[in-house]
């Protein structure tokens, strides 16, 4: 019975895999757009985290995670004889694949040589195969994810070390030192889950300094070639040995020295020290997060999961999927309720909160944005796209178009901000515009993208001429859903989740003015 269950969640989770939702604008612009502007001849927008004098992101971690596909998926596209380049929604969706695979087949191998009770096992496997974190961020391009699958495998080494030091030390060592600095350049909060599991190494390797030397050698191997990436990827020119020595780019200490400056992460936010402990692991764990404090399981995974919320909390900028490593951890560490009553009651609650929130984070949540920026990809008019009240947009998913589709924007801008925007980038106003899909033999266009809950824009999309403004609406998409849009404090409880919620949806207007002249 179990395996069946556990099947059924694994297409549970390629189906999500394959939902165009979009979590949060890092899972493009940490990742794959960064890559792909590398491999492919997309234009792309680097974010600050690679263009400022001290860049915080390194590009080692992520040429085997994403580069390698993206250059074998290229090898196959050339090889079958298509001319051109592979049209980049291809590229999205077999990185989506990817992700799917490897949390398939990496997280849920490492829960297996984890949990050694049988009977443990079965339960552990199955509730980390029925949360939605696994369906939604572990099939996404997020660093965290990636952090996720090194936390489990470093552990893994660990126990293979210490609990067979006779049979795959050497070889477990090397791989350990490889995957631990990987980890590091991936993520810097990466050694916070090996603070507790590493004390476990300490005796052996005071008695075994060849398999520590091992280690070591390995370390500064991959530390010398992530080094080398970095610095050749922003020196911008092929790199010397004075520049490795002189000036190499160490992005994991730029990365913490950005951190550990609270004026710093006073821009992205700044949150209580329990942010993380009440508030973003009940969002991730739902009813688990009962067992973790009632019925905890101790084992080396739960104390990793412990010490890597404690120095996060630390932190003052605390993100939910910043915790996203413990989560496997800790369902596979909690005993289930005895009681059977008590038992049903969790199941229930544990089946209903995953559904909800895998609906709401794996279909809905942002889920517009993909498409669109396909439909847009297709316009050939379209020369000035202006964005509001969404995340921002992947560039990378224009296929060539942004060489002449400018992109802005405008997130949370007000309505009278947006209509200046839009009143000087809007193209005049034809008989065609309004004929069939005349307009697209038009040589310029300019496009408004913005969540049907955004009522302020309500009076003027019956095209009445208001302020001057046409609107013709040419793209819709329902399954979005735009939480960024709710103003509790402004108009409610009730008619905020009236709007966003009864209102859900994310449109594309073609915006013209009226001009004198014409």
């Known amino acids: 019975m179990w395996r069946r269950t556990y099947l059924f969640l694994v297409l549970v989770r390629l189906w999500f895999a394959l939902s165009p939702s979009y979590l949060h604008p890092d899972e493009n612009f940490q990742g794959p757009e960064v890559i792909a502007g590398q491999i492919f001849s997309y234009p792309v927008r680097y974010t600050w985290e690679f263009t400022t004098d001290h860049p915080i992101r390194s590009v080692f971690p992520l040429w085997p995670v994403y580069g390698l596909p993206m250059v074998l998926l290229r090898w196959l596209w050339i090889g079958n004889g298509n001319d051109g380049e592979i049209p980049p929604i291809a590229v999205f969706w077999t990185l989506r694949v990817l992700m799917f695979i490897i949390s398939f087949v990496l997280e849920d191998w490492a829960i297996h040589e984890l949990v050694q009770s049988t009977r443990h096992r079965r339960v552990a496997v199955l509730l980390v195969a029925s949360s939605y974190v696994t369906w939604t961020y572990q099939t996404h391009t997020f660093s965290n994810s990636v952090e996720t699958l090194v936390v489990a495998w470093s552990l893994v080494l660990i126990e293979r070390v210490v609990e067979n030091p006779q049979r795959s030390s050497f070889l477990a060592s090397t791989v350990l030192g490889v995957v631990a600095v990987f980890g590091v350049f991936n993520r810097i909060t990466f050694p916070a889950f090996l603070l507790i599991p590493g004390l476990r190494l300490l005796p052996y390797y005071w008695k075994n300094l060849w398999s520590f030397s091992v280690l070591v050698l390995a370390g500064l191997f991959t530390t010398a070639l992530a080094i080398t990436l970095d610095t050749a990827f922003y020196t911008g020119h092929s790199i010397s040995w004075s520049d490795l020595v002189l000036h190499p780019v160490i992005t994991p200490l730029n990365n913490l020295l950005y951190n550990l400056q609270s004026s710093n ?33 101790p084992s080396l995974r739960l104390y990793s999961a412990i010490s890597g919320v404690f120095v996060l909390s630390i932190f003052q900028h605390q993100e939910a999927r910043f915790l996203l490593p413990t989560i496997p951890l800790i369902l596979s560490s909690v005993e289930l309720p005895k009681r059977q009553t008590v038992l049903r009651v969790w199941v229930a609650s544990w089946i209903i909160f995953n559904l909800a929130l895998g609906t709401l984070m794996g279909v809905y949540h942002q889920g517009g944005i993909v498409p669109a920026q396909v439909f847009m990809s297709k316009q050939p008019d379209a020369t ?38 839009l009143a000087q980038l809007a193209t005049c106003d034809t008989p065609a515009d309004r004929r069939n899909n005349e307009y697209l033999k038009e040589g310029n266009g300019t496009y408004l993208v913005a969540p049907l809950s955004a009522t302020w824009l309500d009076p003027y999309l019956p095209n009445k001429g208001l302020e001057g403004l046409r609107f013709r609406e040419v793209w819709r998409y329902r399954r979005h859903l735009n ?25 594309i207007w073609r915006v013209t003015k009226s001009c004198p002249h014409r």
């Open 483 to 507: 939480l960024d849009d709710l103003d509790f404090g402004g108009d409610g409880v009730w008619d905020t989740l009236a709007r966003v919620v009864g209102r859900r949806g994310l449109a």
């Open 265 to 297: 992460l006073a821009q992205h936010g700044l949150h209580p020290w329990y942010q993380h402990l009440l508030v973003n692991l009940p969002q991730l764990l739902g009813p688990a997060a009962l067992l973790l404090f009632t019925q905890p399981r």
């Open 384 to 421: 000035q796209a202006i964005w509001w009240k969404t995340y921002m947009p992947p560039i990378w998913l224009l296929n060539g178009k942004n060489e002449v589709l400018s992109t802005r924007d405008l997130m949370g801008t007000n309505g009278e901000s947006l209509f200046e925007e």
